[in-house]
């Protein structure tokens, strides 16, 4: 891709790099994905750099050893529908990798499902407790999951809005006014494929409407949420799918998506503290 392409209006304004975009939320250790260096190198060609989402002990300790060898990103954390089964050994081992490995820019997976209760709401509350207390300490970002559970949500959050400034509700999907209400307390929103679903998209989509571009981010939640308005797509979801967000995102926010998509690369590296870097695929597996 060209190193030099830039848009001379938003110069200044926006970092001038413009082919490359940022899926917050990929999820690289699972059986859909049987080559994970494939995924990331094919990502990596179609100028997508992705963060990678840890959402339980395996799968956070793989991701801090993936990062020190490959030149990408991730998060540490324990999934909602995992909190039953979190122990204070399992935050021990979060509070080392978050403080050791500065390629784990954030705390999560975390937050509530009240929709599935794979875990007790009880020990769902307990466990995000514990990772606002490591974002606290830490001083990293968090990657909030909420689905059914908003209110619970907020009222935890109200006694942290500091917390609340540098976290992101991953994959949003609610209505227009539990966006109003979490970006009053100063959170970033995620948006996924969900937006390209006829079927369920409604609210989501009077809801971005009113969602300022400083405040966004844009994901794939893959191998999940394959965008359902692109015909022809496999249903295991794919990083280079993010383009269809993107498009259908702009669409409903009513941008041009060029622009949404140099918002949306400022204000994933502003919120996950990523440093500018030339992008270089030539450097994969020998940046340490
Ligand atoms: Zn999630």
Known sequence: MDQERNTPELEGAFSTRTDIIYDIGLNLFCAQFRDPEAVLATAGEA???????????????????????????????????????????????????????ARIVAVGECGLDFDRNYSTRDNQIACLTRHIELSEETGKPMFLHERKASDTLVSLFRDHPEVCRRAVVHCFTGTRAELLRYLEMGFMISITGWICDDRRAEALRDAVSVLPPDRVMI???????????VPGLDRVNVPWNLPYVLNTLAGYMGMDKEKLAQYTKVNTERFFGIPVRKYNKIQMNSDR
């Open 219 to 229: 994901e794939t939640d893959a191998p999940y949420l394959t965008p359902r308005n």
């Open 47 to 101: 100028g997508i750099k992705c963060i990678l989402t840890g959402s339980d002990m395996d799968e956070d300790l793989q991701i801090d050893a993936f990062v020190r060898t490959h030149d990408t990103y991730g998060t540490a954390g324990i999934h909602p529908h995992n909190a039953d089964g979190a122990s204070d050994a399992d935050f021990e081992t979060l509070r080392r990798i978050l403080t050791e490995n």
